[in-house]
């Protein structure tokens, strides 16, 4: 059904955007122009629906022309509104030239946007670091380094293989822990192989990994994930918390599940969410430094609302694309970076990959958490930062 949509609109699209190309540059063969839009709108969707299910044995090219057509895609997107508001502009004859310089100059700004970010959106990533400072932190959690990693959707873009180098990375930066905020897998043909990268990663981080659950595992089939992930040492918390111990001190992280009521800004959505917080941090004595994990980044209120000294989510993707590293349309309410209530500190990371390589001014990250010990008040801006 998923990929009958995407090609049926991947197809409309291009006809649209096929004719209103030839409206815009009164070409004579119009129904040539039309399509011409269709056949590029079906063939790049078509690419993505057919590589998503056979990539597995196939050479590199075929990656380099999966990010030339997911390109397209994102270039058919782009293309249509401008089209729409220019097509108007050609009714009077004297703005006919300037009108068609401007289609040309923006079809070749489309094709950049879409073809460079599925490129760059895919290859490059960065490391964020959060130095977070914490009131009275337990002595031998100062210095603590911890690693966030988020919706790898391994599949044909992030592949299995490419897994151990996001754990030697967050190895390299001195992480003790890893933090895995959901959406693991997209392609559970490979959640073997996924499962022993797992279970040979844990003994890299002294506390070990902790999971939990994001949407698409519910998406792919969570008994069979649940099922692999229950054969690793990976700690998966389901609405609970646990106790990272040293030198007699304390640090508790609680996770919670995904939250599927329709409308987070429903009640009953909120409170689904608030009952598994509870859950999650029932029995944490009132004092207690707390971690919170999420997969759904609305999650940053009861993180706020609890006191936990950081709450780390995912999800959003950052939305995957914006302009100077800020996202331009968002429907959350927390999207990407670093958020405070004033003392509290919540992060949504941008992911470490997903499903669709498309990324522009928004780029994969590995998130670097260093947790500090501060006496007195640390009051930080009240602020919603999309950095």
């Known amino acids: 059904m998923f990929e009958r949509l995407i090609l049926m609109i991947f197809s409309i699209l291009g006809l649209l955007n096929g004719s209103l190309f030839a409206l815009i540059m009164r070409k004579k063969n119009f129904f040539r122009y039309t399509f011409g839009g269709f056949l590029i709108g079906l063939a790049s969707a078509g690419y993505f629906v057919w590589y998503a299910k056979g990539y597995d044995g196939l050479g590199l090219w075929s990656l380099w022309l999966g990010y030339l057509f997911c390109g397209l895609m994102v270039s058919q997107i782009v293309l249509f509104p ?3 508001i220019l097509s108007f502009f050609t009714i009077p004859k004297k703005w006919k030239r300037p009108v068609q310089k401007i289609s040309l100059l923006v079809l070749l700004g ?18 964020e670091y959060i130095n977070v400072y914490v009131e009275n932190l337990p002595e031998a959690f100062d210095g603590y380094k911890a690693a966030q990693l988020t919706d790898t959707h391994i599949g044909p873009y992030f592949r299995y293989s490419d897994l151990p180098h996001e754990f030697d990375r967050a190895k390299a930066e001195g992480a003790q822990v890893v933090f895995f905020t959901g959406d693991l897998i997209d392609d559970v043909r490979h959640m073997p192989q996924t499962a022993e990268i797992l279970s040979e990663k844990y003994d890299d981080f002294a506390d070990g990994i902790i999971y939990v659950w994001g949407n698409h595992e519910y998406y792919r089939g969570q008994a069979y994930i649940h099922g ?3 054969k690793t040492p990976v700690r998966i918390l389901e609405n609970e918390h646990m106790k990272i111990t040293r030198n007699g001190d304390s640090l508790y992280v609680a996770g919670v599940d995904y939250p599927w009521v329709r409308g987070e800004r429903s009640a009953a959505f909120q409170r689904q969410r608030k009952d598994m917080t509870e859950w999650a941090f029932e029995g944490i004595p009132q ?3 707390v971690i919170l994990l999420a997969h759904n980044s609305s999650f940053i209120d009861e993180g706020f609302a609890r006191g936990a000294i950081l709450t780390l989510t995912g999800h959003t993707h950052g939305t995957q694309f914006g302009l100077f590293g800020k996202p331009i349309i968002t429907p959350f309410k927390f999207t990407r970076g670093l958020y405070t209530d004033g003392i509290h500190p919540g992060y949504v990371s941008r992911g470490s ?9 928004c780029p994969r990250e590995l998130v670097i958490i ?3 010990r501060k006496q007195g008040m640390s009051r930080l801006p009240i602020a919603a930062s999309d950095s």
């Open 353 to 361: 990959a997903s499903w669709f390589p498309f990324r522009f001014s």
């Open 110 to 127: 489309a094709l950049f946007i879409g073809i460079y970010g599925a490129i760059d959106g895919n290859r490059r990533e960065v490391t």
């Open 370 to 372: 260093t947790l500090h």
């Open 228 to 230: 692999f992930l229950k």
């Open 287 to 289: 004092d207690a430094k």
């Open 82 to 84: 401008p089209y729409i």
